[in-house]
């Protein structure tokens, strides 16, 4: 299985930016589909955003929507999640995560039970 290891997170204000990366470990990190999840204190992980194997197809959370864009340097085993317009609300740690897609085309899941592949987390903290 692909490792997965989180960077980027920090804390900053209302209306900010940041830009996590997630850097995957092994020769087949292209097979893989990838996902970025978020948990806040007290409340269950959700799904943030989710990108296919060649990153041709993504979907994003309704909340975040226009804010966020996630992407992938296959090349490099990287994978990305740019945050602008961050709100209070978007405060969570981030978890990157990868899930098989061996059959390739635009297929990605939403759902955390269908992903294999997590990274320990990223802290992001907004402040208003």
């Known amino acids: 299985q692909v490792q997965l290891a989180e960077s980027g997170g920090g804390l900053v204000q209302a209306g900010g930016s940041l830009r996590l990366s997630c850097t995957a470990s092994?020769?087949?990190?292209?097979?893989?589909?990838m996902g970025w999840f978020r948990q806040a204190p007290g409340k269950e992980r959700e799904f943030v955003a989710a990108?296919?194997?060649?990153?041709?197809?993504?979907y994003y959370a309704n909340s975040v929507k226009g804010r966020f864009t996630i992407s992938r340097d296959n090349a490099k085993n990287m994978g990305y999640l740019q945050m602008i317009s961050l709100k209070p609300e978007d405060t969570a740690v981030y978890h990157c995560a990868a899930a098989p897609a061996p059959y390739g085309g635009s297929w990605y899941p939403v759902r955390d039970v269908d992903y294999g592949s997590w990274g320990r987390g990223t802290q992001v903290t907004v402040s208003s």
């Open positions: 092994g020769p087949t990190f292209n097979t893989y589909a």
């Open positions: 990108i296919s194997r060649s990153g041709s197809s993504t």
